[in-house]
C-alpha cells in the first residue's frame, strides 16, 4: 500500500504565505509525478501544479507567479509553497501521486486534504 501525508494548511491574511508539504511512503517502486488540486466550497476539484520526478511543471492561469512546486525525490516529498494568497485561494488542497508500486501495479493516489483559509 501507498500512504500521502499532507501538512502545511491554515489560517492567512490577504497576501501571506503557506507552504504545504505531502510525504508519500509504502511499497513504492517509481513515483512519476505528483500534483496539488484545489476544491473551493460547492465547486470542483481542480489542478493547481504538478510536477514530474524530471522536474517539469505545470501551473493554473490563477496561482502562475504566485505558486512554486517542488519535488524531493530522495524523499518522495511534493511541496506547494504559496505565495501572494487571495480569498479565493481559500479551499480543500489535495495531494496527488502517481507511479508504480513494488508489485508493477500502477498507483494513482489521494492525500486526505489539507484546509486552507485566506481572509480578506
Known amino acids: 500500500q501507498v500512504h500521502l501525508v499532507e501538512s502545511g494548511g491554515g489560517l492567512v491574511q490577504s497576501g501571506g504565505s503557506l507552504r504545504l508539504s505531502c510525504a508519500a511512503s509504502?511499497?513504492?517502486?517509481?513515483?512519476?509525478?505528483m500534483g496539488w488540486y484545489h476544491q473551493a466550497p460547492g465547486k470542483e476539484r481542480e489542478l493547481v501544479a504538478e510536477?514530474?520526478?524530471?522536474?517539469?511543471?505545470k501551473f493554473a492561469e490563477s496561482v502562475k507567479g504566485r505558486f512554486t512546486i517542488s519535488i524531493d525525490n530522495a524523499k518522495n516529498t511534493v511541496y506547494l509553497q504559496m505565495n501572494s494568497l487571495k480569498p479565493e485561494d481559500t479551499g480543500v488542497y489535495y495531494c496527488?501521486?502517481?507511479?508504480?508500486?513494488?508489485?508493477?501495479?500502477?498507483?494513482?493516489?489521494w492525500g486526505q486534504g489539507t484546509q486552507v483559509t485566506v481572509s480578506s
Open positions: 510536477i514530474t520526478t524530471g522536474g517539469s511543471t
Open positions: 509504502g511499497n513504492i517502486f517509481r513515483i512519476d509525478d
Open positions: 496527488n501521486a502517481r507511479g508504480v508500486m513494488y508489485t508493477y501495479n500502477p498507483f494513482n493516489l
